[in-house]
C-alpha cells in the first residue's frame, strides 16, 4: 500500500483544485434553467415547422401564426443574451480567482499586473496553461474593452462579424458587446485553471 505525504505545495494544489471545482458546478446551476428554456423553445420551433401553413385569407389565423413566430423568436434572444451574460461574468470570476491566488503564489503585493506575475510563477516553477493568458485577454475585453483578444489572430472567431467590417473601415468596435463565448472556451478556461498552480499533484486524501 503507497505512503503519502502531506505536503504544503500539495494541499494548496487540492484547495486550488477545489475552489475551481465549486465554480465550475456554480456556473452549470446558473445555466441549468437557461439551457432548460434554450431546449423547450427549440422544441415549440420544431412544432411551428411542423405545423400547417395559416390560411392567407384567413387574417386572424395569419396574425395567429405570426405572433407564435415573434413569441418563440423573443424567447430564444432573451434566453440566449442571458447565456451570454452568464458566460462573460463568470469568465471575470474565474480571472479573479486567479489573480488572487497567483499573487500570493508569486508574493506580489499592489496593483495586479498579468504580464508581471506569469513569469514570476513559471520561474518558481509553476504551471500557467494557454488557456489562463486566453482567459486574461478575455477578461480585459470584458472589463476595458481591451483589443488584446482581438489581436489574437487565432481568436478572432469569438467576435462577431461586425467587429472585423467596423476594423476594416477604422472604425473602433466595441470589442466587449461583440464578444461571444462558446461553452468549449467556458470549459477550456476551467480546464486551464485546474492544469494551472504547483506543478506536483494534490495531496491525495486530503
Not at 456554480?26 to 411542423?50: G, M, N, P, T, W
Not at 489581436?151 to 476594416?168: L, S, Y
Amino acid at each position: 500500500m503507497p505512503v503519502y505525504t502531506t505536503t504544503r505545495e500539495g494541499v494548496e494544489k487540492w484547495r486550488w483544485r477545489f475552489a475551481v471545482g465549486q465554480l465550475r458546478t456554480a456556473y452549470k446551476a446558473a445555466r441549468s434553467s437557461i439551457d432548460d428554456d434554450l431546449r423547450r423553445v427549440a422544441v415549440e420551433h420544431q412544432r411551428f415547422c411542423d405545423a400547417p401553413e395559416p390560411d392567407p385569407e384567413d387574417y386572424s389565423e395569419e396574425e395567429s401564426h405570426r405572433a407564435w413566430e415573434d413569441h418563440l423568436i423573443d424567447r430564444h434572444w432573451e434566453a440566449h443574451n442571458a447565456l451570454a451574460a452568464i458566460k462573460q461574468a463568470f469568465a471575470l470570476i474565474l480571472y479573479h480567482s486567479w489573480e488572487q491566488h497567483s499573487a500570493k503564489w508569486a508574493g506580489w503585493t499592489g496593483h495586479y499586473r498579468y504580464h508581471q506575475v506569469r513569469p514570476r510563477l513559471v520561474k518558481a516553477g509553476y504551471v500557467v496553461a494557454e488557456g489562463v493568458n486566453k482567459l486574461n485577454d478575455v477578461a480585459n475585453c470584458i472589463k476595458h474593452d481591451s483589443d488584446e483578444l482581438w489581436k489574437r489572430k487565432d481568436c478572432r472567431r469569438m467576435f462577431e462579424p461586425i467587429v472585423a467590417e467596423m476594423v476594416a473601415e477604422n472604425i473602433e468596435p466595441d470589442y466587449s458587446n461583440h464578444l461571444i463565448l462558446t461553452d468549449a472556451d467556458m470549459d477550456e478556461f476551467f480546464d486551464a485553471l485546474i492544469e494551472s498552480g504547483h506543478p506536483g499533484p494534490p495531496t491525495p486524501g486530503f
